[in-house]
């Protein structure tokens, strides 16, 4: 790396106000132990990104700019941006005026319909202006796009600090995670979840599951759950869960008591009920509190700890009591812990909690992938160098 020109694909896709300012700069932290090696080494640092979904156009509201701006910050020192991919004057800029240990950050990389597509002639295009490639970008690892896997067939590449430590970590969850390992599943639907449900209960020693979908697994056991989130078509899939988990030994925690409401409207009446006491014309918002005291009881006796997905509404006040309570559990106990998904990682960012699990992952599909056994097109093209 020393003293080389060196493209990272980086993951900035961070979310901007009314005024284009960067509202949550923790992505493009991330990145900044990759960055301040490459200085280290005096590379010319190339960093590449997507942001949003501009489907192939120029949309100036997506513009990386304030990306720039808050990386100047971060890193105390100039980021040229600038306002296209790929161009002769850039490669020019490149190679005869940057200087070595200077940063410069390109254009949206969605704004070129070549990058989702994964555009061989793009893909070289991006590689042209390096001679090494490094991948930092583990929420894209999962993408076959341009900039994620199509650069890797040009030039030399390798993984950054964050992608490393992302596949490490998450790949040791299930190869040697420290007993007892629990699993919290929670989120709205059990179709996100379908093959991480089937690994996780090949290999945990307790399944937790709440949120929307676990309503589909308690009709799956015959209860009778009102107007609760449901996916009927998954029924049959949740039944064969059930007896899995039986099969494999794995305790399966679902919700003794939830909290109703009404109707989906976050000043409903509510009430909490039994499982076995859901009105049919009332609908399962949150677990209640003799389920939190199961769930609570499962995390305090783990030595690993995997959660993905809130146990309720947690947007809601009146509906955030599981969440917060578990997610507060998590991070007290003792266990290593593993968090990932955008709902979990905002529910822990609004209970100011993420400084105390072991580990926040910063790809919810590329971790649920990756945890599902398949291969990330991201990783497989550093490892086929």
Known sequence: MRRKKVLVRVDYNVPLNDDLQVTDDTRIKL????IRYLLEQEAKIILMSHLGRPKGEVVDQLRLDPAAEALEKLIGKNVKKFDDIVSAEIKDYIDNTMN???????ENLRFDPGEKKNDPQFAKSLALLAEVYVNDAFGAAHRAHASVSGVAEHIPAVAGFLLKKEVDTLTSLLENPGRPFVAVLGGSKVSDKIQVI????????????????????????????????????????????IELAKKNNVHLALPLDTVIAKEYDKDTDKKMVSVE????????LDIGEKSIELFKNEIAGASTVFWNGPLGVFEWERFEQGTKDVA????RSSAVSVVGGGDTLAAIKKYKLRDQFSHVSSGGGASMEL???????????????
Request: proline share 2%.
């Open 31 to 34: 990145s900044l132990d990759t």
């Open 198 to 241: 089937k690994k996780l209960l090949e290999k945990v020693d307790t399944l937790i599951i709440g949120g929307g979908m676990g309503y589909t697994f308690l009709k799956a056991k015959g209860f009778e759950i009102g107007n609760s989130l449901c996916e009927e078509q998954h029924l049959a899939y949740a039944g064969e869960m």
């Open 371 to 385: 945890l599902e056994g398949k291969e990330l097109p991201g990783v497989a093209a550093l490892l086929d160098q």
């Open 277 to 284: 006491s859901i009105p049919v014309d009332w609908m399962g």
């Open 328 to 331: 507060c559990a998590i991070a």
């Open 100 to 106: 070595f240990g200077d940063i410069v950050l390109l």
